[in-house]
């Protein structure tokens, strides 16, 4: 109770509640989303393996839905930068310099931990390199995100000129990129076309409901362009789904032959819009809710932990997992995901993971601070682990 009070004092008048819980509340969809998505099957030689549930439970799609919530964190990322923005009095690469300086720490932070860890874990303790391989991709899955997030953040200067000039439309030609991309791999000369034209819908795929975030800030989104971001963007959903044959789920499934999120369609956006226009509606209502203390000061912690949840929930769930794994399959664990029993243990399972998760971010956090105590040689040593692991899990 003193520690609510603590931070209840301390809170700011002028604070907006409401964006900051609709952060933490997208920053608990991306754990919630891997651990109840992300299952592990067991291999002859005794690794693991990526498994989904949705490859045996197509109905589960829904449950991305809900938990598909970038669109959520890029609006209130855009928000929040483009209000930081506007206070910022000096260079705006100074401005730039902090907020990507806030980025990189945790993510130096964990690739460099866990590129020491595959060398302890395979010669120490004899972790197969499928297990290690499984790992990497699992710990670099939620980094794609911090990587496109930071080229964003580099793009706040033109999006909130964008917003000046167009208000709520600024985000229009980035929907009708992708609309065009789609159109063009998804139609009927979509084989003959390059692979890698999908990768131009990343950068406006994401950037759509961070543009809508800069504008809102900018007072240029009123309660009527909410309402059709909201029942427009829902309509376009629904036809993507029924009309247009767009996958159900939000997030890859194994062995099928298109993908919604990676690179984003048209599908996330249709998403996105409908997400943003009831966050933007549900804005009063939320900041009223949170002004009590004992729902506000959980909103102040997960927002003060964001980049170690981001990091580091992938590594939690494989604590418990590669342990697990020696002794054979244990259900919601290690095993391949295709009962319904399975799906009762991992919920069970879920605060193993969220234990876990707090245990490692006790120490994980301190990469969040600035490293003001470390020399060149420490730095010098991280970045080189770092850039080890990335070519070891990207291989």
Same mark, same amino acid.
């Given at each position: ?5 603590? &931070? *209840? ?11 900051? #819980? ?20 067991? !291999? *002859?030689?005794? $690794? &693991?393996?990526?498994? +989904? ?15 598909? @919530? ?6 209130? #990322? ?5 209000? +930081?923005?506007?206070?910022?009095? #000096? ?6 310099? #902090? ?29 197969? *390199?499928?297990?290690?391989? !499984? ?33 709520v439309w600024a985000a229009a030609p980035l929907l009708a990129t992708v609309a065009v991309v789609d159109a063009l791999r998804y139609g009927p000369y979509g084989e003959a076309l390059p692979g890698w034209l999908s990768v131009v819908n990343i950068l406006p795929g994401w950037m759509f409901a961070y543009q809508l975030g800069v504008s809102w800030a900018a007072g240029r989104v009123t309660r009527r362009h909410a309402r059709g971001l909201l029942l427009g963007g829902a309509a376009l959903f629904a036809a993507l789904l029924l009309v247009f044959g767009y996958p159900a789920s939000m997030v890859g499934v194994p062995g099928e032959a298109r993908t /919604? ?41 997960? /927002?003060?932990?964001? @980049? ?7 590594? $939690?769930?494989?604590? $418990? ?21 399975? &799906? ?10 969220? $234990? ?11 990469? *969040?601070?600035?490293?003001? /105590? ?22």
């Amino acid at each position: 109770m003193k520690i609510v009070q603590a &931070i *209840e004092s301390r809170t700011p008048a002028h604070r907006d509640r409401a964006v900051d #819980g609709l952060r933490a509340l997208a920053l608990l969809a991306v754990p919630t989303g891997h651990w109840l998505l992300g299952g592990f099957a067991l !291999t *002859e030689d005794g $690794a &693991i393996r990526n498994a +989904s549930p949705l490859s045996t439970f197509g109905g589960l799609a829904p449950v991305s839905w809900v938990l598909q @919530m970038l669109g959520i964190f890029f609006l209130v #990322g855009g928000f929040a930068s483009a209000l +930081s923005y506007a206070r910022h009095t #000096g260079p705006a690469r100074d401005w730039l310099k #902090g907020r990507l300086a806030r980025l990189g720490r945790p993510v130096l932070g964990v690739t460099a931990v866990w590129a020491a860890l595959l060398a302890l874990l395979h010669y120490g303790f004899g972790v197969p *390199e499928g297990t290690l391989r !499984t790992a990497s991709t699992l710990v670099v899955q939620p980094l794609w995100f911090v990587g496109v997030y930071t080229v964003i953040t580099a793009l706040t200067p033109y999006c909130v000129r964008a917003a000046r000039r167009l208000g709520v439309w600024a985000a229009a030609p980035l929907l009708a990129t992708v609309a065009v991309v789609d159109a063009l791999r998804y139609g009927p000369y979509g084989e003959a076309l390059p692979g890698w034209l999908s990768v131009v819908n990343i950068l406006p795929g994401w950037m759509f409901a961070y543009q809508l975030g800069v504008s809102w800030a900018a007072g240029r989104v009123t309660r009527r362009h909410a309402r059709g971001l909201l029942l427009g963007g829902a309509a376009l959903f629904a036809a993507l789904l029924l009309v247009f044959g767009y996958p159900a789920s939000m997030v890859g499934v194994p062995g099928e032959a298109r993908t /919604n999120s990676h690179p984003p369609s048209l599908l996330v956006l249709a998403l996105a819009a409908a997400q943003s226009g009831a966050a933007i509606l549900l804005r009063e209502r939320l900041g009223r809710l949170l002004r009590r203390p004992a729902l506000w000061a959980p909103v102040v912690v997960i /927002n003060l932990s964001a @980049m170690t949840i981001l990091c580091w929930h992938q590594t $939690a769930m494989l604590a $418990a997992a590669i342990p697990a794994s020696y002794g054979g399959e244990l259900a919601g664990l290690v095993g391949a995901p295709d009962t319904a029993g399975w &799906i009762l243990a991992r919920l069970a399972w879920m605060p193993v993971f969220a $234990a876990l998760l707090v245990l490692i971010g006790r120490y994980a956090r301190r990469f *969040e601070a600035p490293w003001a /105590n470390t020399g060149p040689a420490l730095r010098a040593t991280a970045g080189a682990l770092a850039a080890g692991f990335a070519v070891f899990a990207l291989a």
